[in-house]
């Protein structure tokens, strides 16, 4: 990835959002909930005011509405300060 966030930023690529079907109705994309977990795919180095403890690879859950969507390449990530993160996932 050629994205290089800095200080205390990250970019993470969401996961998929679920397809449901509802009695064989199928959910248009626009109806889907949006995902609230992804993968770190860069890292800043943090700040002097904070270490950064997210590394390229993990899972993590964040707020509904953190973040800045961006596209690149045609693929769809996210931006966010790493204290938009609300936990990595074991």
């Known amino acids: 990835m050629n994205i290089k966030p800095l ?11 679920e397809t449901k079907t509802v009695g064989g109705i199928i959910i248009p994309d626009t109806a889907k909930e949006k995902p609230l977990q992804g993968e770190v ?3 800043g180095t943090g700040s002097k005011d904070e ?6 690879g993990d899972k993590v ?3 509904k509405y953190a973040g800045t969507e961006l596209e690149y390449e045609g693929e769809k ?14």
């Open 77 to 90: 990530y996210l931006i966010m300060r790493q204290s938009d993160v609300l936990a990595i996932l074991g």
């Open 7 to 17: 200080a205390d930023r990250v970019v993470i690529l969401p996961a998929p959002a």
């Open 51 to 56: 270490e950064m403890v997210l590394k390229v």
């Open 61 to 63: 859950l964040y707020g």
């Open 41 to 43: 795919v860069a890292a």
